[in-house]
């Protein structure tokens, strides 16, 4: 196909690895239609997404990354251009990265026009819901936008409506410690009053990310001409229905956005996914072929968490205490003088050696959540993670932390596949709990219960995905929106 003759669609993600990663796999899986996909970053991102580009190319996909200047952003360390490389009190200026991105990307999108670009301009641009300047963008090349927002619709409309209550000043309280969300939605829900960020309670002193954050979520949807979500129809039937009212767009549910080769078993072929894994995959699955079925608790709480030393050392206990097998990838603080040692009750690793692994940084968690001898993910709810683990028939013992993940624990919880164990992002595990949720998650009765939910999703999921199935239609409803987009741009440029 010649430069004219095929959609070219420009994904632009908010640098956090739980953006990244399902828009890399949206743009390998909309490229893989015969589209032109250029994935915008930066410099220092390039190194944990060129495996991934190579092979999607070197399998005929036409997916390029677009590599942009960094902009200079005060107080910000040379190299790190990505949420999961910095301290908590950096994200703010990974905000301010991502924003200032906006003058390179204009610059980039005026040559694509003066035909300087080896492929056509794009058609659109899909965009993460925290990347909002791409509204404008869109706007000035007079090209279409589509918004890609990485919670679930149940997770959307919840932060959207809670957003709204917040900017209206309207959150509603219901006694000491219940707040009812209600606007914007099918039906009123009722939360504890700390599974609402406690940066929203002070509208007129918010930080500087819940004053960037919530603007945003509120329009979510709106302001483009459709919207795309990691979930599937079947598993979010209710709310993506209710998006669609509320939006009056097209909104493409296309996940889960992994591999299909994942639903057959372990695959192996997973070790880059994000970032290179600290451990060898052959190690791993060697370990986890030796335990039995069912047997075995992952434990990660994604890329942006990391525990403190009275968290890690607590969650330690509790996890030596319930005697399962484990896999714990740990993402701590910072590390002392002495290692991460500190980090851990003395003499734990040499007590738990053999019947747990512990992996210092990134796991390969798809080939984890894949093997048949891991039996719970315990897990902060983030949506992917959620969705990876529902999609490979693991249940959840969740310990929600922030932003969505109270309203994701929700979904799990009300559809059986998950129970909670400790919340907050300064929570700390109760030894005791921590051994009886994972005893009950794993086995007894309740286990068995929310097994076989989780094993519904995992059937719903792989379906889902495959011929004729929800989400393959709405990919190709969305592929078949941007062939319209072009043929519209080819007919207006040969009228006279
Ligand atoms: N992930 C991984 N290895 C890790 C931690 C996370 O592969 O050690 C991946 C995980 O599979 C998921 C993403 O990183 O795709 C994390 O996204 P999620 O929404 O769960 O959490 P976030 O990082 O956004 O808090």
Redesign the pocket.
Known sequence: MDRVQKPHVALLPFP????Y??LLELSRLVASQHLTVSYVTTPANVPRLQDFVDEAVNCGIDLRLLVLPTPHVEGLPEGLES??DCPPESHGSIFALANKLQQSFDAWMELQFQQQGVAAPPVCVVFDSFMGWARQSAEKFSISCVEFN?FGAFGNSGTNSTARSVMQRVLEKEGEDCVVLSLDLPKPLRFKRNEIDQDYWNVDEMNPIAKFILPMLQIVGKGGSGLILNTFEELETTYLQHLRKLTGKPVWAVGPL?LTSYFGGACNK?ST???M??IAADELVQWLDSQSAGSVVYV??????KLCKEQTKALARALEGSQQPFIW?I?VRESGSSGNAEYLPEGFLERTKGRGVV?W??????LI?SHPSVGAFM??????????SLSLGVPIAGWP?FGD?FFSMRVLAEMGAGIQLCEHLGGVPDEEKVGVVLRQVLSGDKGKEMRTAAQKAKEMARKAVGDGGSSKVHVQGFVSEMRRLLKMRQEQSSLP
């Open positions: 956090a690895l739980g953006h990663i399902p949420t999961d990485p992994l997973v996914r994000g970032k894994a600290d990660s709480f994604g890329s942006v968490v990838a993402r992996i940084g990134w796991a390969p968690q798809l959540l897990s902060h709810c983030g949506w992917n993670s959620v969705l990876e932390m993940q």
